[in-house]
């Protein structure tokens, strides 16, 4: 257990339906990174958030995609109209501005049938 | 952050040294190299990392060549929860977001 934390574990939802998944990183870290690994690849970066201000969006990260860190504690990753290509592991990652390692969740497996 | 390119597989005999490769021939001097590793169903997890000098710690062992193109992240005992996929990252240490690219790394599988 890495102290970060992701809800649900996993989620099946039928296509053209709205998923949200929670990230809830260590307390202290004010960095916080999603990232989307599919079958057989490594994870891919979505975006990245310093305390409550996103500061970079992967092109990967379509205007169905929409994340949020209200109070810069916990973050949320939305998914409109979900695809069957939206099927993925979603891992949340969180930092601390001194460390150079990031932690990860263990993350949320989507699958869209 | 210069691209990175490991073995698809590798095995090893549990309680044996596992020495897994990566080449990065076009980092640049302010670039690190990083290793995680992902057991089946877990998100990754931070191993070592390094600049030019050899690291060690309660995990693993990290040899950078003096070229610093290529690297090799040592298991002194590798135990069966040793397997996983280990992925090697070049990036610079503090970029404005310091996000990780992974590749596809390297299956590592230790055998009884």
């Known amino acids: 257990d890495t102290g970060v934390s992701q809800d649900p574990r996993h989620k099946i939802t039928k296509r053209g339906q709205n998923v949200t998944f929670r990230c809830d990183p260590i307390s202290e870290h004010n960095r916080l990174y999603w990232y989307r690994q599919t079958l057989g690849q490594g994870p891919e970066f979505l975006t990245y958030?310093?305390?409550?201000?996103?500061?970079?969006k992967s092109r990967l990260l379509s205007d169905r995609f929409s994340a949020e860190r209200p109070k810069g504690s916990f973050s949320t990753l939305e998914i409109q109209r979900t695809e069957q290509g939206d099927s993925a592991m979603y891992l949340c990652?969180?930092?601390?501005?001194?460390?150079?390692?990031?932690?990860f969740g263990p993350g949320t497996r989507l699958t869209v049938t | 952050d210069a691209k990175t390119t490991q073995p698809t597989s590798m095995d090893c005999a549990e309680g044996r040294a596992a020495n897994l490769p990566c080449n990065h021939s076009t980092i640049s001097g302010n670039e690190y190299v990083y290793w995680y590793r992902q057991i089946h169903s877990q998100g990754p997890q931070y191993i070592i990392h390094g600049l030019k000098n050899n690291e060690t710690n309660e995990m693993a062992s990290l040899i950078i060549t003096e070229d610093r193109k290529s690297s090799t992240l040592i298991l002194p005992h590798a135990t069966l929860r040793d397997t996983a996929v280990y992925y090697c990252?070049?990036?610079?240490?503090?970029?404005?977001?310091?996000?990780?690219?992974f590749g596809k790394g390297i299956t590592l599988s230790v055998r009884p």
């Open positions: 958030f310093q305390n409550e201000a996103q500061l970079e």
């Open positions: 990252i070049v990036r610079v240490a503090s970029g404005a977001n310091s996000m990780l690219t």
């Open positions: 990652a969180s930092r601390d501005g001194l460390s150079y390692e990031q932690y």
